[in-house]
């Protein structure tokens, strides 16, 4: 019997490749989870600071809630297990479901003490949080840079080799 050795599949057609950069990985591993705030842990995905783009990954304990901001860009978030709401609005996101926010969207974000499971949601935001306080006067303005800065520190902190955000090099 003789076994014929097949050469590895090839796409059906290619982009040019001259100064085309490769398409960027990372792992889960390669960016670890650190606290945000007491129930919440983030993981800085990627950033591009000019243009103000962050993308976090979020996992939120039962009853964790966020301060409230506005958000002076778009927001799209995607639910990968959980459920949490703004306290402003009746509609529960959970596991599968997408989100859009609107350039101006003003919310809390809110996770009930209900739930089972850790919340785990991915967000892509476009500019700046700008968190309120009662009075709805800016206290914290939360943009890529910063979202970088604090994620870095608290690696640091934790004895963790700097994580290789994706823009931030």
Same mark, same amino acid.
């Given at each position: 019997?003789?076994?014929? &050795?097949?050469? @590895?599949?090839?796409?059906?057609?290619?982009?040019?490749?001259?100064?085309?950069?490769? $398409?960027?990985?990372?792992?889960?591993?390669?960016?670890?989870?650190?606290?945000f705030?007491?129930?919440?842990e983030?993981?800085?995905?990627?950033v591009?600071? @000019?243009?103000?783009l962050? &993308?976090?990954?979020?996992?939120?304990?039962?009853?964790?809630?966020?301060?409230?901001? !506005?958000?002076?860009?778009?927001?799209?978030?995607?639910?990968l297990?959980?459920?949490?709401?703004?306290?402003?609005?009746? $509609?529960?996101n959970?596991?599968?479901?997408?989100?859009?926010?609107?350039?101006?969207?003003?919310?809390?974000?809110?996770v009930?003490?209900?739930?089972?499971?850790?919340?785990?949601?991915?967000?892509?935001i476009?500019?700046?949080?700008?968190?309120?306080? $009662?009075?709805? !006067?800016?206290?914290?303005?939360l943009?890529?840079?910063?979202?970088? !800065?604090?994620y870095?520190?608290?690696?640091? !902190?934790?004895?963790?080799?700097?994580?290789?955000?994706?823009?931030?090099?």
């Open positions: 019997m003789t076994s014929t &050795v097949l050469p @590895p599949p090839q796409p059906t057609f290619r982009f040019p490749t001259d100064g085309v950069p490769e $398409a960027l990985h990372r792992a889960e591993s390669e960016l670890p989870f650190v606290e705030e007491p129930g919440v983030m993981q800085v995905i990627q591009d600071i @000019p243009t103000g962050w &993308v976090v990954r979020m996992r939120m304990q039962p009853g964790a809630t966020l301060a409230t901001h !506005k958000h002076a860009g778009e927001v799209y978030a995607f639910t297990s959980g459920s949490w709401r703004y306290l402003e609005y009746d $509609a529960v959970r596991a599968g479901s997408y989100l859009y926010e609107p350039a101006g969207s003003t919310h809390t974000l809110h009930p003490a209900s739930n089972t499971e850790v919340t785990d949601v991915w967000f892509a476009r500019g700046p949080n700008l968190n309120l306080d $009662a009075e709805g !006067k800016v206290t914290l303005v943009d890529a840079g910063l979202v970088l !800065k604090v870095r520190s608290r690696c640091r !902190k934790l004895g963790l080799p700097q994580p290789r955000v994706i823009g931030a090099d």
